[in-house]
Every structure is written in C-alpha cells, then in structure tokens.
C-alpha cells in the first residue's frame, strides 16, 4: 500500500528524535470503525490538488505516556499540554508525509493541527479517500497513524 | 551581558522543546524569551534585546514569513537574526523567508546538534 512505507519512516524518526521513544510499526489496514474510545487525536488536513487529513489515534494512557516523555514531566489527564503535545505531533507527521505526497511542494497545503478527545468520538473519512492506517507499539502501549487522501 | 533567545511557535510544547534542545545542544543564553505568534514577536523584539529567533512558520494571527516580512522592514529590529522551525521547509517557503533576512532554516523534528550546528555561527 502506498505511503505505508513512509508514515513509519516518519513516525518512527519523530518519536525517536523528539521524545526519545523507540516505536515498532505493525500491519497496515484501512480502519472501517470510525468510533474511537477514551483516546487523543491529532490530526491535520491535507488541502489543494490532494485533500485529506493525516491523524495520530491514541489512547489516553498512551497519550499521557507519550506527553509525558515529549514534555519531559508528569501529566496525570488529559489537558491542554496533552493536546498541544498530541497536535504538535500530527503537525510533525504532516509535515514529513507532505513531502512523500507533494515532492514539489506546491500541490497540498497543511492546515494548522488540531487535537480531540474523548470518551467516545468518531472521525469521518472522506468518501473517496483511500484510508491508510499504521499501528505503532511501544513498551505496552499502542496508537495508530492514518493518512486519509484523495486526489482532485 | 549574556545572550537573549526569542523563541516563537504558537505550541507551548515546541517551543518548551526547543528550549530544551538549545541546553541540549550546550547553547547558554541568559534569558530564553517565548512568543505565540509573530505579533507577539515584534512586540517582543520591540521591547527588549534580542541576540537572535528562532520561529515557526506557520501560525495564527501572523505568520511566521508575515513576521519576517514585517520585521524586515522595520529599521529598530530588522537586524536581528532570525532561523525558521518548522515542519515545512520546501524549497518555496524557505527561499521566501531568506528573501526577508531569514538566516536559515530547521526542520521539525530536530537534534540538538542540527541546533548547534545552525544557530552556533550566528552566536
């Protein structure tokens, strides 16, 4: 599956990188359950010729493990460093897979992140998007990176 | 007199890990000055002094190259050196910031030593 390739690439260099964590990228799926429970998410849209979003799925726990480490101090709920940390995170992600999507530059635009939470939400993909999703572990934790696209 | 940084990024967490990148990177500034947008940063730089930036790009209110742009053309705060951090560092963007004094650029997600290695020779 396209771009699988290049979300590990970059995930696995930002957390190890910016918050000092070794991630493992499992199988990649497209997600077909839209409802995510007690978790974080960050998440940044791809505008312009391709459109989209690219978004980071955590549980809370591991939302808080990974603030805390990127932080370098305890978080104990989610909160507004929680989110900022989170979105920060998408930004980066987006950042990096702009440039597996757009080489040139000049065909997606990033919006500003942006990070939800809650005990139960769902975040709709686009109709015609092809939806890529990665799961990432580390120590007992997991979070998953979904690219959702779709070109003009 | 020791040496000022101002930090700009509208994430409270970049900018708590840059800050924390540049003692990383064994940078010593005496003061480490924080802003949320480039408004902000030229009410800073206007108000105190500044030995160097390091800012995003893209956010809120005004952007980051709307900063550069802005501070350019002010006379007070125009010589200042500034380096771009950010997660977009295309050829485009990062041409534009130079034409307005940026003095270099770093991609999200950074070493200390990319730090260093950039912001060391304007120190």
């Known amino acids: 599956m396209k771009y699988v390739q290049d979300i590990a690439a970059a995930t696995k260099e930002i957390f190890s990188t910016m918050i000092m964590l070794e991630v493992s990228a499992g199988e990649s799926f497209s997600r077909t359950n839209s409802k995510l429970e007690d978790s974080v998410s960050g998440i940044v849209g791809l505008a312009g010729d391709i459109k989209g979003m690219l978004a980071i799925h955590l549980p809370k726990k591991t939302a808080l493990a990974v603030t805390t480490a990127f932080l370098g101090m305890d978080v104990e709920d989610v909160d507004e460093d929680v989110c900022d940390a989170i979105g920060e995170l998408a930004n980066m992600l987006g950042g990096s897979l702009k440039a597996a999507i757009d080489p040139g530059g000049s065909k997606v635009q990033l919006s500003m992140p942006s990070a939800i939470h809650g005990q139960e939400y769902t975040i709709d993909c686009l109709a015609d998007a092809e939806l890529i999703t990665v799961p990432f572990t580390f120590d007992n934790h997991t979070f998953m990176v979904e690219l959702q696209i779709s070109q003009s | ?123």
């Open chain 2, 1 to 123: 007199m020791g040496k000022t940084v101002l930090i700009v990024d509208d994430s409270n967490t970049m900018r708590k890990i840059v800050a924390r990148s540049l003692r990383q990177a064994g940078i010593d500034f005496d003061s480490i000055l924080e802003a949320a947008d480039g408004q902000e940063a030229l009410d800073v730089l206007h108000a105190n002094q500044v030995d160097v930036v390091l800012s995003d790009i893209n956010m809120p209110n005004m952007t980051g190259l709307e900063f550069l742009k802005a501070k350019s053309e002010d006379d007070a705060i125009k010589d200042i050196p500034v380096i771009m951090i950010s997660t977009e560092t295309g050829a485009d963007i990062i041409d534009e910031a130079k034409s307005y004094g940026a003095k270099g650029a770093i991609k999200k997600p950074f070493t200390p030593d990319l730090i260093n290695e950039t912001l060391g020779p304007l120190l």
